[in-house]
């Protein structure tokens, strides 16, 4: 919980894109008189299996960033993220017969790549890099100098197509 406070229980697991804005913890399993209702802006993180949610300011790109919940992919000084959108024609969309269920649920709830780095309050996504790569990148990364100068100075591996291989080394050079 934001207030600091860990609540031990069951969550009751839904879609993808649910998961993403409110959570229903009951702390007894299958008692559904111990059942507590919580939103995603009051809590800090949540776990469901083997799934951790980091409850942060992204939405889906929404100018007004309320809180939500964002699957953590990868756990760093830059942490990787994934939200689910919906699909326009989510509530009338039927599997195909050949299609699997994951595909299915890609195509339902496209992901969508998050990044956040450690004090910073904003989000990034991909595309946020993709005017002025070696600017915006090497101001983003700009506490590791060595990392930064190579990205600004358009060093052979630095572009934007290795994006993710300069965060990886970012996360291996930085110090939490």
Known sequence: MSSGDKVEGYIKYKDRY?????????????????????????????????????????SGGLLKKPIKANLVVTEGCITEYVWYDRSENYMTMQRGSSESEEDFMKRMYP?????????????????YFALKFASKM????????????????????????????IIAEYNENCKN
Do not use: R
Request: a negative charge.
């Open 111 to 127: 992901p969508k790549s998050v990044y956040l780095k450690n004090g910073d309050e904003d989000p990034k996504t991909l595309d």
């Open 18 to 58: 649910t998961m993403q804005n409110d959570v229903e913890l009951y702390t007894e399993k299958g008692n559904k008189k111990t059942k507590q209702k919580f939103s995603t802006g009051d809590l800090t993180e949540y776990k469901v299996a083997d799934k951790l949610y980091h409850c942060i300011h992204y």
């Open 138 to 165: 090497s101001e983003w990364i700009s506490d590791d100098a060595v990392l930064s100068k190579k990205v600004a100075d358009k060093e052979d591996g630095y572009g934007m197509l290795k994006i993710l291989e």
